[in-house]
């Protein structure tokens, strides 16, 4: 995994996950508690209500990127980037200032004037933006998009959202975002969620990765919660996602926000990551996930095919049908254990030549073969 270093504070695997606060000096943005255009008001929201609360990351957004409203032009972005730099100035808190802009000059002047970091929602869609940063010798957030200045997030299925993130050679000093919540029409809640089931895939981009899923549709709808009321769904879903590889979490909810990624960051499962010996363990439950990790490395998907290794319990598995399965097992690189229950181990592959061999033989355990293979 490729860290990132932002205002000293380093962010990636090995480093605890990152909270980012939000403040908005766009009148127009929809969380009002978030929006200043005082900046002593503004200062002091962020270090009573931000950096107090826990936030590391402070993200400053010049318009908001709701799709009802007007893309405002990089000048315009530049007049409310005065405010936004006396705002930096009064702030007394300790934390890492990220400009979200989508434009090469607005990125150029915020870093000139001390911020830490850009969170580009349009996906590099200027070109220039990433050598901005590169001469100024900080990260960028790439959200994915379609590469249009006026349609930040726009991409309606995860693949899209993959291959937008993947889309030209990534900059050593990127964060990935995989753009949650409804950047078009065509953006489902369904989308969302299918994206948040494959969150581990985007560890394949092998960048540190940020998400934002504070309060958002996919989330509430399913406990039929309002926006006010959907704080509880936001943070197990933040655990969820630090678990599945999230680094940065942005949110309006920063002191709860941070207790909820300090539990999935304690409980998700130890893999060795070992610099010195050059040795990782990856993150890998399926064989999709495979399949994006060879992708990174350049080799055929060929072995990804059937490649993830299995533990499957049989808890209906007779003597006959134990005994068969028994003596193919070693043909197929597969173990077979105990009897009642029963463990199998083994790759996809080779459950699935074990589940050929003796088929026609032992219906009751090809049919529950069958159902994982179906399953995978």
């Known amino acids: 995994m490729q860290s990132v270093d932002a205002g000293g504070m380093g962010i990636g695997d090995g480093y605890p996950p990152r909270v980012m606060g939000v403040l908005n000096v766009s009148e127009e943005s929809p969380y009002d508690p978030s929006v200043f255009t005082d900046p002593q008001a503004a200062a002091r929201y962020v270090d009573e209500s931000l950096i107090d609360e826990g936030?590391?990351?402070?993200?400053?957004?010049?318009?908001?990127?709701?799709?009802?409203?007007?893309?405002?032009?990089?000048?315009?972005?530049?007049?409310?980037?005065?405010?936004?730099?006396?705002?930096?100035?009064?702030?007394?808190?300790?934390?890492?200032?990220?400009?979200?802009?989508?434009?090469?000059?607005?990125?150029?002047?915020?870093?000139?004037?001390?911020?830490?970091?850009?969170?580009?929602?349009?996906?590099?869609?200027?070109?220039?933006?990433?050598?901005?940063?590169?001469?100024?010798?900080?990260?960028?957030?790439?959200?994915?998009?379609?590469?249009?200045?006026?349609?930040?997030?726009?991409?309606?299925?995860?693949?899209?959202?993959?291959?937008?993130?993947?889309?030209?050679?990534?900059?050593?000093?990127?964060?990935?975002?995989?753009?949650?919540?409804?950047?078009?029409?065509?953006?489902?809640?369904?989308?969302?969620?299918?994206?948040?089931?494959?969150?581990?895939?985007?560890?394949?981009?092998?960048?540190?990765?940020?998400?934002?899923?504070?309060?958002?549709?996919?989330?509430?709808?399913?406990?039929?919660?309002?926006?006010?009321?959907?704080?509880?769904?936001?943070?197990?879903?933040?655990?969820?996602?630090?678990?599945?590889?999230?680094?940065?979490?942005?949110?309006?909810?920063?002191?709860?926000?941070?207790?909820?990624?300090?539990?999935g960051d304690a409980f998700r499962r130890d893999r060795l990551n070992d610099v010195d010996h050059g040795i990782r363990e990856l993150d890998v439950t399926n064989d999709r996930e495979l399949a994006r990790h060879l992708d990174r490395i350049g080799a055929s998907r060929t072995a990804a095919v059937d490649g993830t290794f299995n533990v499957l319990e049989l808890s209906t598995l007779d003597d006959v049908e134990r005994s068969l399965a028994q003596s193919f097992v070693g043909d197929t690189n597969c173990q077979l254990v105990g009897k009642q229950p029963a463990i199998l181990m083994g790759t996809t592959r080779g459950i699935r030549q074990l589940r050929d061999v003796i088929s026609g033989e032992a219906p009751e355990l090809v049919a529950a073969l069958d159902a994982f293979l179906t399953s995978t």
């Open 55 to 263: 936030a590391d990351i402070v993200d400053v957004g010049l318009e908001s990127a709701n799709k009802r409203f007007d893309v405002l032009s990089a000048d315009e972005e530049l007049e409310r980037l005065d405010l936004a730099l006396e705002i930096l100035e009064r702030v007394s808190g300790d934390a890492v200032f990220s400009i979200e802009t989508r434009y090469a000059a607005v990125a150029d002047a915020a870093l000139a004037g001390g911020f830490d970091l850009v969170n580009d929602i349009c996906g590099f869609a200027d070109t220039k933006l990433p050598e901005v940063c590169a001469d100024h010798g900080v990260p960028a957030v790439k959200m994915a998009g379609p590469g249009e200045l006026d349609r930040p997030g726009a991409v309606e299925t995860v693949d899209d959202i993959y291959d937008a993130l993947a889309a030209d050679p990534l900059p050593r000093d990127t964060i990935v975002d995989p753009a949650f919540g409804g950047w078009s029409e065509g953006k489902s809640v369904e989308v969302d969620r299918e994206t948040f089931h494959r969150l581990r895939e985007f560890q394949a981009l092998d960048r540190p990765m940020l998400v934002s899923i504070n309060r958002k549709n996919f989330l509430r709808h399913l406990a039929d919660r309002s926006t006010t009321d959907a704080l509880p769904v936001s943070l197990a879903a933040t655990a969820m996602a630090v678990e599945r590889g999230a680094h940065v979490l942005r949110t309006h909810d920063v002191a709860a926000t941070r207790d909820a990624a300090i539990i």
